[in-house]
């Protein structure tokens, strides 16, 4: 059986909308698992802050680390103008620790 150049075409644009959605929902799939990996890493850091601060003498030392590691972070993200998979997985792990510092912060304040 011939094809028409009608079915030529949906089937050309249908391989062309799943190739986009495909890359998108791995997309999708990558970025939240890393800001639920992020979410993770801040609720555990503000869970286990009492057996960090037993190593250091004041809390001031593991604030100040902690913003300098994320500004560092930071620098390394918008330094760079390639877009980079492996960089907007660290931006959203970095979302996800601020997040979960937010959240731990309303379950410490109430």
Not at 96 to 101: D, K, T
């Amino acid at each position: 059986m011939r094809k028409s150049q009608l079915n030529k075409k949906i089937y050309f644009f249908y391989l062309k909308i799943f190739q986009k959605n495909k890359n998108f929902l791995n997309f999708i799939e990558k970025s939240l698992l890393s800001l639920y990996l992020g979410f993770f890493i801040g609720n555990f850091f503000g869970t286990f802050f009492k057996n960090i601060y037993e190593f250091l003498l004041w809390d001031g030392f593991i604030i100040i680390f902690l913003n300098l590691f994320l500004e560092f972070i930071n620098n390394i993200i918008y330094k760079i103008n390639k877009k980079n998979i492996f960089l907007k997985i660290l931006k959203n792990i970095k979302i996800g620790i601020l997040i979960g510092f937010f959240i731990d912060a309303f379950k410490v304040g109430s």
